[in-house]
């Protein structure tokens, strides 16, 4: 049945209608209950409805909620300072967005004009970004082209063209993949779409060292892995903090579950006079209406300043290692492995450990469908990785409850 007759059909929506939230838990219309290990894909850091968030967005409705970039918004630059200081830790410049496509769109013209600004030898401007197989960076034209995945690129072709793929974690691959057209090397610190696949530590001081070498733009996604999730304040430092980026896009948990997107660029200095990187996107360069509005930047300040100060990214960590040795001490046939950092956490499914009725389309899918009916919200990622996301906040109660769920689930497959 079609429950949205007048929504355009692109998600595969399950058979629930939310109704609302509270902390680590869901509710449906008909007052069902379920143990939220989804949070919006990652993006409601705090839990639903938390009180911190809703007063700081309910406050800031009642003064102004929108004017626009033409005029200094002060909770800009509050904010920004956040993220440069406490987030990120490396001096630069941040360009308030809606999502994380925008962000990664963001990011990629950045480099683009870096690549005019340092040219190749011959003069000719570089353009070309590498990324990797498995990323997903967004589904505008620009983020799907650079994402490593051929099948959301399916009759959308041609592709903006500037991008090349190579095999994550391949030091080699990458090595050989660097071309004089190439301006940056995009990654993900831990894939989440792509099945929850972190990059070693080793592959990103690589990476580093590659583009210190041929003077390329280190270009992170923290979309998904950003703002506590993954253990640290951002993914790459989970991974290994000894590198520095020269580009950060962020969405999802700094707003949690309000609309807001960032990138961040490095204030390194790019040649022998000093110009900074993050000065050469200067005005007309780029730009959003609805950008870092005073209302979706109240409601992040309240976010990362909870995120900050209450230490959940340490929180995540210890949570994170807790739920993987649970998983891994029930010592179940179908799980191959538990993948991840903190709280991004991806369960691999044995392949050819279960039947998959005719019709579902993955694995991954069918374990997630079953863990609907009992009451648990997942996602799946990629063909045969269940991922579990909760809220930085989940009670350790509460995790233990849908953990529960999830073994009863995954006990019962054969």
């Not at 013209?109 to 353009?127: E, I, L, M, Q, T």
């Amino acid at each position: 049945m079609n429950r949205q007759p007048h929504v355009l059909p692109t998600y595969g929506q399950s058979p629930i209608a939310a109704a609302k939230g509270e902390g680590s838990y869901l509710y449906d219309t008909e007052g069902r209950r379920y143990v939220d290990f989804c949070a919006g894909i990652a993006t409601c850091s705090l839990g639903h409805c938390n009180p911190i968030v809703v007063d700081a967005v309910c406050k800031q409705a009642q003064q102004l909620m929108h004017c626009s970039n033409l005029y200094t918004i002060p909770q800009q630059e509050e904010l920004a300072a956040l993220i440069v200081d406490k987030i990120v830790g490396i001096p630069g410049r941040v360009f308030f967005c809606n999502s994380g496509a925008e962000a990664n769109d963001g990011i990629i013209k950045v480099a683009r004009r870096f690549g005019h600004r340092r040219p190749a030898a011959d003069g000719s401007p570089r353009y070309e970004v590498i990324t990797f197989n498995k990323s997903f960076h967004g589904r505008t034209l620009g983020s799907m082209a650079a994402t490593g995945q051929q099948k959301i690129q399916v009759e959308f072709d041609p592709m903006l063209v500037g991008f090349k793929y190579v095999d994550f974690n391949d030091a080699e691959a990458l090595r050989a993949a660097i071309s004089k057209e190439t301006c940056g090397i995009m990654l993900e610190a831990i894939q989440g779409e792509g099945g929850v696949n972190p990059a070693t530590p080793e592959f990103l001081q690589t990476v580093a060292e590659l583009c210190r070498e041929h003077d390329l733009l280190f270009m992170v996604d923290e979309v998904q892995c950003g703002y506590g999730r993954c253990g640290a304040p951002m993914g790459w430092q989970a991974v290994c903090p000894t590198v520095k980026p020269d580009l950060i896009s962020c969405a999802k948990g700094i707003g949690g579950g309000f609309p807001m997107g960032c990138f961040w660029v490095s204030n390194r200095a790019i040649d022998a006079e000093g110009t900074e990187l993050s000065s050469i996107m200067g005005p007309g360069s780029h730009g959003s209406t609805f950008g870092g509005t005073p209302l979706a930047c109240s409601a992040a300040l309240a976010v990362v300043k909870e995120i900050v100060n209450a230490n959940l990214s340490a929180r995540a960590a210890a949570l994170g290692e807790k739920m993987k040795t649970e998983i891994e001490s029930w010592n179940l046939p179908v799980v191959e492995c538990v993948r991840g950092y903190g709280l991004l956490r991806g369960v691999g499914l044995r392949k050819g450990a279960f039947a998959v009725p005719d019709g579902v389309a993955t694995p991954a899918a069918y374990v997630n469908s079953l863990c609907l009916k009992a009451g648990l919200l997942a996602c799946p990622a990629g063909p045969d990785t269940l991922r579990l996301i909760p809220a930085l906040t989940v009670p350790e109660d509460v995790l233990a409850e849908g953990l529960a769920i999830l073994k009863d689930v995954l006990s019962k497959l054969d």
